[in-house]
């Protein structure tokens, strides 16, 4: 009887002890998701938890459902215990969805990434889609603000998320706006005019598919 006690003991210390270390991999903050109550929509890039993988500064991985917050460029992870959101303790380097993000990209699996100089009102820690990746990389950063309207002679005041995306290029460790369009493409990479004039007229690009531009940049850093 005494075997089988301290042998059901030593079990649910183990039990514990893996149960604390699942905690300690993956700690959060609360989320406060209240003070958007009163604003129309929402802060999010997916509105619903998606299945991802997180890459954090230390070089940890791990899996989880998430969702990005656009206002505060910050990732959220679904408490298991209760499924409630919670902010990342630990820093976050990267993360990928199996999830594409619906209208805004046609990408099938999205990428995000961090690290990138300060620009506008990014900061080494904001997150980045990467369109393409190498040498010249084409990056995209996605925001959300809240906008408020007041009609005229009106007491009343609405506020609504406003959803606004932004294309950079990055290379030789800066960081640029580029719009998506041949001219502003062709002055960016002016080293290699020709070469994509050629692919552009060949190759049709539409300059509204993420698909599409990663294609060109991966073409470019194939020269």
Same mark, same amino acid.
């Given at each position: 009887?005494?075997? !089988?006690?301290?042998?059901?003991?030593?079990?649910?210390?183990?039990? *514990?002890?893996?149960?604390?270390?699942?905690?300690?991999?993956?700690? &959060?903050?609360?989320?406060?998701?209240? %003070?958007?109550?009163?604003?129309? &929509?929402?802060? @999010? @890039?997916?509105?619903?938890?998606?299945? &991802?993988?997180?890459?954090?500064?230390? &070089?940890?991985?791990?899996?989880?459902?998430?969702?990005?917050?656009?206002?505060?460029?910050?990732?959220? !992870?679904?408490?298991?215990?209760?499924?409630?959101?919670?902010?990342?303790?630990?820093?976050?380097?990267?993360?990928?969805?199996?999830?594409?993000?619906?209208?805004?990209?046609?990408?099938? *699996?999205?990428?995000?990434?961090?690290?990138?100089?300060?620009?506008?009102?990014?900061?080494?820690?904001?997150?980045?889609?990467?369109?393409?990746?190498?040498?010249?990389?084409? @990056?995209?950063?996605?925001?959300?603000?809240?906008?408020?309207?007041?009609?005229?002679?009106?007491?009343?005041?609405?506020?609504?998320?406003?959803?606004?995306?932004?294309?950079?290029? !990055?290379?030789?460790?800066?960081?640029?706006?580029?719009?998506?369009?041949?001219? %502003?493409?062709?002055?960016? *990479?002016?080293?290699?005019?020709?070469?994509?004039?050629?692919?552009?007229?060949?190759?049709?690009?539409?300059?509204?598919?993420?698909?599409?531009?990663?294609?060109? !940049?991966?073409?470019?850093?194939?020269?």
């Amino acid at each position: 009887m005494n075997k !089988f006690i301290t042998c059901f003991t030593a079990l649910v210390l183990a039990c *514990l002890t893996a149960h604390a270390q699942v905690i300690h991999d993956v700690q &959060g903050n609360p989320y406060m998701e209240q %003070s958007y109550t009163e604003v129309e &929509g929402n802060p @999010l @890039l997916i509105n619903s938890w998606v299945e &991802g993988a997180i890459d954090f500064v230390n &070089g940890k991985t791990v899996t989880s459902k998430v969702k990005y917050d656009l206002v505060k460029d910050a990732l959220l !992870f679904q408490n298991k215990s209760d499924t409630t959101a919670l902010y990342f303790v630990e820093p976050v380097k990267a993360f990928k969805l199996n999830s594409p993000v619906g209208e805004e990209s046609d990408i099938l *699996l999205p990428i995000f990434n961090s690290g990138y100089p300060a620009i506008d009102s990014q900061t080494p820690a904001s997150f980045y889609q990467v369109i393409a990746g190498g040498k010249t990389q084409l @990056l995209k950063h996605y925001r959300k603000v809240i906008r408020t309207d007041q009609a005229f002679n009106s007491a009343t005041a609405t506020k609504t998320f406003v959803l606004t995306d932004i294309y950079y290029l !990055f290379a030789n460790n800066q960081i640029s706006r580029i719009k998506p369009n041949q001219k %502003s493409i062709l002055t960016a *990479l002016s080293d290699k005019t020709e070469q994509l004039k050629a692919y552009m007229k060949s190759n049709a690009v539409d300059y509204k598919s993420d698909v599409s531009l990663a294609k060109l !940049f991966n073409y470019y850093n194939s020269l």
